[in-house]
């Protein structure tokens, strides 16, 4: 995952404010050797607001890199529910699970044979849809807008050996989800980086 995602969530709420039901975000990484590994996006837009942007995709407004599942290769699901649901799968070298555009995504560190540091830095995300700055009505549309939704970062492989990400029972899998909310309202107490490290056999 890197902040074009925040940065596109950010950008869908300036246009959008007061729409109830946004986007969950999961963005799962997972650790096949020192060298490869395979990254997922699953984004699900609320009904509401994934009829809004169905619309503005059929006029034309919609047809831009930025739109809601317009990537190559992402896949679209439209649920029964009315919601859209958004997966984007890239697998292969480290270098090329960029899920977007830019440098600020996952860092994968070779720490011993066969081992593997995952990382993904935080700071951009802790201020990327903070409302500093912004009067309390934006602020308060902001929280409406984002109210229970959150963004869930997942680590897995054969085994984590450390992480400061909640770890699985059976330690394949770290993850940590981030409520937008405290995002927004500048709660959110995350370390400098998250990180899972794993074995690839």
């Known amino acids: ?55 503005g995709a059929a006029s034309g407004e919609a047809k831009t890199e930025d739109g809601f599942c317009q990537e190559a290769g992402a896949q679209l699901t439209e649920n029964a529910d009315g919601s859209g649901t958004c997966v984007l799968t890239v697998e292969g070298k480290f270098a090329d699970l960029k899920l977007d555009e830019g440098d600020d995504g996952a860092s994968f560190t070779v720490v011993s044979p066969g081992v593997v540091k995952v990382a993904f830095k935080t700071d951009d995300m802790k201020g990327e849809l903070g ?40 330690k394949t899998s770290a ?15 995350l370390p400098d980086e998250l990180y899972a490290v794993v074995k690839t056999n």
Do not use: H
Request: proline share 1%.
């Open 1 to 55: 995952m890197t902040m074009q995602t925040f940065r596109r969530l950010a950008g869908i709420v300036g246009l959008t404010l007061g729409l109830a039901g946004c986007i969950d975000v999961t963005m799962d990484i997972e650790v096949k050797s020192e060298t490869e590994g395979k990254a997922t996006t699953t984004s699900v837009m609320g009904a509401d607001f994934y009829a809004m942007a169905k619309a």
């Open 175 to 189: 993850e940590v989800v981030i409520p937008f909310i405290d995002l927004i309202n500048g709660t959110i107490d």
């Open 131 to 170: 409302t500093e700055g912004q009067d309390e009505q934006t602020k308060q549309m902001m929280q409406a807008f984002f109210e229970g939704r959150a963004i869930t970062i997942r680590i897995r492989g054969k085994e984590v050996t450390d992480t400061n990400m909640t770890l699985s029972a059976d």
